[in-house]
């Protein structure tokens, strides 16, 4: 089998496609045949040493976290999934492994994939998808009828956040590059401001303030956020940790593995209520280039890069 791994913590460069063999599921496990993979930030933060407390040192390590394909083995214990059940899901966050042919995963990460939803579209939802959920519902203790501001509303956990809290009734405002504006429009978002924008006009209206990019000055996100409100941060460092522990309203969240959660995402994906754009499709060959464009030359395109398996 070839997977996409690594020798050591560095830059692109670092990055092989290379044969190794996979190993059968442990308890809780499922072996996946994977068809797609798609790409998020994290996947070259984790491979630059951004986590490496948590990754540790040992090599050589996989690449990617999110999948969808067929499964091909199941653990002990594992009854909800069966060999031959099209799913997506998500590879844990230390030993990731899903820019490959096969992987392992928690089956408590993986969920039945819709009939009606292709393996591209679902690779694409898994980690952003359950991170805006749970920010918003988990949280954000969002209702129908609510005022919900995002600021980064057109990447992919921004995104997805817009179309969950629509789906359940609530109005989104939110924030994104001018020139995107027309897209975060066509999503159902108003009003639109830009990343560098003057609070006062939308002060205090607000009942969940969600700050997907990390970048929302305190002060700000406390100038719209209603009285009662919730702030829910998902970029955290030790200072936002602390603020978060000493605030009621401000919550700082790394997403968990929750597989309620997960086939939530796959239901509203596959009812054409949570999509998320596709800017490129290459084959596992092809991989390293496309995903050294992407992290150097961030290219403007908006959407997910999908790696197929053949």
Excluded at 119 to 134: M, N, Y
Aim: net charge positive.
């Amino acid at each position: 089998m070839k997977r996409i791994q690594y020798h050591q913590y560095g830059g692109p460069e670092v990055m092989r496609l290379e044969d190794f063999e996979p190993v059968r599921p442990g308890k809780g496990e499922v072996l996946v045949r994977v068809r797609t993979a798609a790409t998020n930030p994290m996947d070259w933060k984790i491979r630059g040493g951004a986590m490496k407390m948590l990754t540790g040192r040992s090599f050589p390590r996989a690449m990617g976290h999110d999948f969808a394909g067929v499964v091909e083995a199941v653990g002990e214990g594992v009854t909800r999934l069966g060999v031959g059940d099209h799913v997506l899901g998500a590879a844990p966050l230390k030993a990731a492994g899903a820019f490959a042919e096969m992987v392992v995963a928690e089956a408590r990460s993986v969920a039945k994939k819709p009939a009606d939803l292709s393996f591209e579209d679902a690779a694409a939802i898994p980690t952003v998808g359950v991170t805006a959920l749970q920010a918003l519902i988990g949280k954000g203790k969002l209702q129908g009828g609510q005022a919900v501001f995002v600021h980064g509303c057109l990447g992919g956990v921004g995104r997805s956040a817009a179309q969950i809290a629509l789906a359940r009734g609530a109005s989104v405002a939110g924030s994104c590059r001018a020139t995107a504006a027309q897209d975060a429009r066509a999503l159902g978002i108003a009003p639109i401001v830009d990343f560098d924008f003057d609070p006062t006009a939308l002060g205090r209206r607000f009942d969940i303030v969600f700050d997907t990019a990390g970048t929302l000055p305190a002060k700000t996100a406390r100038a719209l956020v209603k009285p009662g409100g919730h702030v829910v941060d998902i970029v955290p460092t030790p200072a936002k940790f602390a603020r978060s522990a000493l605030s009621g309203s401000y919550t700082v969240m790394i997403a968990q593995p929750v597989t309620a959660d997960l086939e939530e995402i796959a239901r509203g994906a596959g009812e054409g209520t949570l999509r998320l754009p596709i800017a490129r499709t290459v084959p596992l060959a092809e991989a390293i280039a496309a995903l050294t464009e992407l992290e150097r030359d961030r290219p403007p395109k908006s959407g997910k890069l999908i790696i197929t398996t053949g």
